[in-house]
């Protein structure tokens, strides 16, 4: 399938596409709500640690991987190293799967308040727990959500991807930032911004680093292969290490201005941080009715507008990780393996649907061993698939890279479009991390959480 590949059309492209998978939920409402309950400060600075520290070395591997492989995240590591490496792909094809049945029904929340915003209904911020309770209406709008992700993912991805990505990005920067200068004048922003930057480390414990960790790994798009199978589209000529560090400052410089909003929002209203996922969606609609009726109105739904495509820009790197799948393993048509896998991801997303209230069992979904309450089953999923299944890929990631496929290969990967690259600093830098921070650091952040969060045993 290799000569049929298309690729992107040049390196803003790329970028513009990568980062448009790492901008997402993941900075606009999952990140807020991590730092909320992570206890504010103590949360962010070892999330801003895991992002450059480890997590950039990991992203830039994944792109090598990808572009040296030419082949999408299931496929890619069986032409570098042993085939019994596939497992790793095929993991994070099922991980991705999984993460986006959930993605999918947080945008048909967005979707939905989108269209409340339009119709002025500021008092949806109030009413969060009945809305998500209100299935038919949720369902229709993720179903609708992940149909515009299959659509644009069945037409390829030069076309589809990249298109999308150019114009929608910079826009949702303007508007995030235009709202952060309004959260500034608001009574009780001080106390926001308080909270989210002054440093409190009573608050930092494995839960708050094991979910910082997660979150860093998510936000990038890392540990699934999402960036191989982008890698896999890019060209030789272009330059992995500065895509790379533009794609992470971009995604960690949007969490960190969605956080500077968001909390003087949260404490100007009195609402609480550790709120969960509900946070930005019980925040926002009272900011913006404080704006007055129309302005209220024009910046409130053109937010959720935003938010959605940011979304989607996201969904559509998810859902492109089975398809690719099905499509250079199993030979599938694009426009069948598309249907089918959004079909499926579908039907794995109504627990996560019916979890917030509606019914008892997916809402009590699960008590770990020695927590005292039982969390849905949404949170259970994040959990396993995006706290623990994420890190542990980009572990593999690193010793597959330094032990199978061998650091001077990756070098070399590296240096095609940057000739000078094995010669610099970030060269030995990344070379280091990889070899010798990563795989302890995500080997006992692996087993330590899986000991203590799932199972209770007291470790440390
Ligand atoms: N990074 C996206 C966000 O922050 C979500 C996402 C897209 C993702 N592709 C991924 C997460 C691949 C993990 C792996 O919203």
């Given at each position: ?21 790492a901008v997402g939920l993941g900075n606009i409402w999952k990140f807020p709500f991590e ?64 993460i986006l049945?959930f993605y999918n029904i947080v945008a048909g929340w967005v ?34 959500f ?72 998510f936000s ?34 949007i969490a960190?201005?969605a ?18 996922a509900?946070?930005i969606f ?22 959720f507008?935003?938010l959605a495509f940011a979304a989607l820009t996201s969904t559509?790197?998810l ?67 995006s ?74």
């Amino acid at each position: 399938m290799a000569a049929s590949r298309s690729t992107f059309t040049n390196k803003f492209g790329f970028i513009a596409a990568a980062a448009g998978s790492a901008v997402g939920l993941g900075n606009i409402w999952k990140f807020p709500f991590e730092v909320g309950k992570g206890g504010g400060s103590a949360f962010l600075i070892i999330y801003l640690i895991f992002c450059f520290v480890l997590c950039y070395p990991i992203l830039v591997t994944e792109i090598a991987i990808g572009r040296r492989s030419q082949k999408s995240a299931a496929m890619a590591f069986r032409p570098l190293g042993h085939p019994r490496w596939s497992i790793v792909g095929i993991l994070g094809v099922f991980c991705g799967v999984v993460i986006l049945s959930f993605y999918n029904i947080v945008a048909g929340w967005v979707l939905g308040y989108f269209v409340e915003m339009l119709l002025g209904n500021f008092a949806i911020g109030q009413q969060f727990g009945e809305y998500v309770n209100d299935i038919a209406e949720v369902g229709g709008y993720t179903l609708a959500f992940l149909i515009a992700t299959a659509y644009i993912v069945s037409q390829g991805v030069t076309k589809g991807i990249e298109k999308a990505s150019k114009i929608l990005m910079p826009v949702l920067i303007a508007i995030i930032l235009v709202l952060t200068v309004y959260a500034m004048t608001l009574d009780g922003a001080l106390d926001g911004i308080t909270f989210y930057l002054v440093p409190d480390f009573t608050k930092l414990n494995l839960n708050v680093i094991y979910r910082a960790l997660g979150q860093s790994f998510f936000s990038l798009s890392l540990g699934l292969g999402a960036l191989m199978t982008y890698g896999s589209y890019l060209s030789r000529k272009e330059n992995i290490i500065s895509a790379g560090a533009m794609i992470t400052f971009a995604d960690v410089g949007i969490a960190f201005l969605a956080g500077l909003m968001i909390f003087p929002f949260v404490f100007s209203q009195g609402i609480e941080p550790e709120g969960g996922a509900g946070l930005i969606f019980m925040t926002m609609p009272g900011i913006f009715e404080s704006m007055g009726p129309t302005l209220g109105i024009a910046v409130g739904s053109l937010f959720f507008l935003l938010l959605a495509f940011a979304a989607l820009t996201s969904t559509i790197s998810l859902l492109e990780l089975p398809v690719a799948y099905l499509v250079d393993k199993h030979k599938v048509k694009r426009k069948y393996a598309v249907w089918y896998a959004a079909a499926v991801i579908f039907l794995l997303g109504i627990p996560s649907m019916l979890g917030n209230g509606y019914s008892e069992y997916f809402t009590k979904f699960i008590t770990y061993v020695g927590a005292e309450q039982p969390v849905n089953f949404m949170d259970f999923v994040t959990d396993v698939a995006s706290n623990t299944l994420l890190p542990f890929g980009g572990l593999m990631v690193s010793i597959f890279s330094i032990y199978i496929w061998k650091r001077r290969k990756l070098f070399r990967e590296l240096s095609h479009g940057y000739p000078e690259f094995p010669r610099t600093f970030i060269a030995r830098y990344i070379g280091f991390t990889l070899q010798y921070i990563c795989p302890p650091v995500l080997g006992a952040i692996f087993i330590i959480t899986i000991l203590e969060i799932f199972f209770g045993v007291k470790i440390i």
